[in-house]
């Protein structure tokens, strides 16, 4: 039973375009959600987080939009740049839970 | 600075050989896990510890067995390998409860079970 959904396995951008992941959860316990970034032959990074609390929050390029009622959260870069082909995952935890629970991961392709 | 620095890089096993994978973390973390990736299955949690003594299964425990004996160190051991084991191995550390704060991940383990 997935409990973080990342249903499209690749996307391609035009370099400078907006770039849009998405992510879909079932777990209403939920209450924080994360995204990591992950290159080739290296380990996750952390990109940006959410707190149920907020639905949205900002960090340069990188936007995290939150629908509590839909239960998804999608992922913006503006503008999209090379050094963004990556792998992204959604992650989500539960407030109190010692762990969390991450998606199968989007490639972001940026094509030039 | 270090990081979380994993033992060896890549390994090739054969069928029922067992081993250890070592995870160090020199950033004071209470919090450490040990994570496997696989083609179109994303990151799944194997074992966790929330501090020095304890473990804890995570979604995908079955074949594997961890030790947290110093706080630095979390150890992740195949006993007896089989080819489904077959995976890139993450280790990651957070300084507390991971929603709260990022984790931290190594470069991997590249495992090859024949």
């Known amino acids: 039973d997935q409990q973080v959904k990342q249903n499209s396995p690749s996307l391609s951008v035009q370099e400078g375009r907006i770039s849009i992941l998405n992510c879909d959860y079932t777990?209403?316990?939920?209450?924080?959600f994360l995204w990591y970034k992950k290159y080739p032959a290296e380990g996750p990074t952390f990109l940006i987080s959410i707190s149920s609390i907020k639905d949205k929050n900002e960090d340069g390029r990188f936007t995290v939009f939150l629908n509590k009622s839909a239960k998804h959260l999608s992922l913006h870069i503006v503008p999209s740049q090379p050094g963004d082909s990556a792998v992204y995952f959604c992650?989500?935890?539960?407030?109190?839970?010692?762990?969390?629970?991450f998606g199968k991961g989007t490639r972001l392709h940026i094509l030039p | 600075n270090a990081g979380v620095t994993q033992t060896p890089k890549f390994r090739v096993l054969k069928t029922g050989q067992s081993m250890t994978l070592l995870c160090a973390q020199d950033?004071?973390?209470?919090?450490m896990y040990w994570y496997r990736q696989d083609p179109g299955m994303g990151l799944r949690l194997i074992h966790y510890s929330v501090g020095e003594g304890t473990t804890a299964k995570g979604e995908v425990p079955d074949g594997y067995n961890v030790s947290r004996l110093k706080k630095q160190n979390f150890l992740l051991g195949l006993e007896s390998a089989a080819p489904s084991q077959t995976s890139v191995y993450f280790c990651?550390?957070?300084?507390?409860?991971?929603?709260?704060?990022?984790?931290?991940f190594g470069q991997g383990t590249r495992l090859t079970v024949v």
């Open positions: 950033m004071n973390h209470e919090y």
């Open positions: 992650a989500a935890s539960a407030h109190r839970d010692d762990k969390i629970i």
């Open positions: 777990n209403s316990m939920f209450d924080y």
């Open positions: 990651a550390s957070s300084l507390k409860v991971p929603a709260y704060t990022e984790a931290f």
